[in-house]
């Protein structure tokens, strides 16, 4: 996809912020909306329907945390990338924001060549993980397709990132996938996320899942195992 046929909406409440950013992306040629608040950013996501957003966490009124869990609610943004922006680099505040659903998260200040890098890594994952646009286990159907799990008759949708993760892992049951080939397959080598990313993903697939498939391997990674393998 060309950089004029990506929207990228800019979410911040400091307006010097949004003008250097907006000039900067837009340099690249992407086609960016902004405001300044979290409510104004779901109106907007919801008309737009941005490929990527860039979300500040720390805003009054709804914070950026609120904003992304109900971006990620939206039947309509599903697949909507989101890259937490904030000065706020604590363990507790990143797991906080991928347990809300972000794609990626970085700290105040960034080098906008450095944003620009993580936004084009994120743009231009391309998941190969199968041939096939099914993948059909004893527990569950991953269909790829529609972007979406089928278990006991039920429709799934899993947010992006866990979406793929749970393909690369079923896609060779019982192979175990090392955390460097989960890093680099999923979130890309240009991005920059620490082991506990991909372990909050892991549990959420498991409890919005209820599966027992997803096995940890210490200190290496981990497999889908299939009964009897």
């Excluded at 996501?45 to 914070?63: N, R």
């Excluded at 089928?150 to 393909?167: H, N, Q, S, T």
């Excluded at 460097?180 to 919005?208: C, P, S």
């Excluded at 027992?212 to 299939?226: A, F, N, Q, R, S």
Aim: glycine share 6%; with cysteine; net charge negative.
């Amino acid at each position: 996809m060309e950089n004029h046929q990506v929207k990228i909406l800019l979410v911040d409440d400091e307006p010097d912020v949004i003008e250097f950013l907006s000039y900067n992306l837009r340099k690249e040629g992407f086609n960016v909306f902004s405001c300044l608040n979290g409510q104004e950013a779901i109106a907007i996501a919801e008309k737009e329907k941005p490929s990527l957003i860039i979300l500040d966490v720390m805003m009054p009124g709804m914070d950026g945390i609120e904003t992304c869990t109900e971006i990620k609610k939206s039947s309509t943004l599903e697949g909507t990338l989101v890259i937490f922006l904030t000065a706020r680099a604590e363990d507790y505040s990143q797991i906080a924001g991928f347990e809300a659903g972000a794609d990626d998260y970085v700290a105040k200040p960034i080098k906008p060549k450095v944003l620009i890098s993580r936004v084009k890594a994120l743009l231009r994952r391309i998941p190969v993980l199968s041939e096939s646009q099914t993948i059909e286990l004893n527990e569950f159907t991953i269909d790829r397709e529609r972007y979406l799990v089928v278990k006991d008759g039920a429709e799934i949708i899993l947010p992006r990132k866990e979406f793929e993760l749970l393909m690369l892992l079923a896609s060779k049951p019982n192979k175990v996938f090392t955390r460097d080939e989960i890093l680099a397959t999923i979130w890309g080598n240009d991005v920059v996320v620490g082991d506990r990313t991909i372990d909050v993903h892991v549990r959420k697939i498991r409890e919005r899942l209820n599966t027992p498939g997803i096995k940890t391997v210490k200190g290496v990674g981990y497999k889908y195992e299939v009964q009897g393998g």
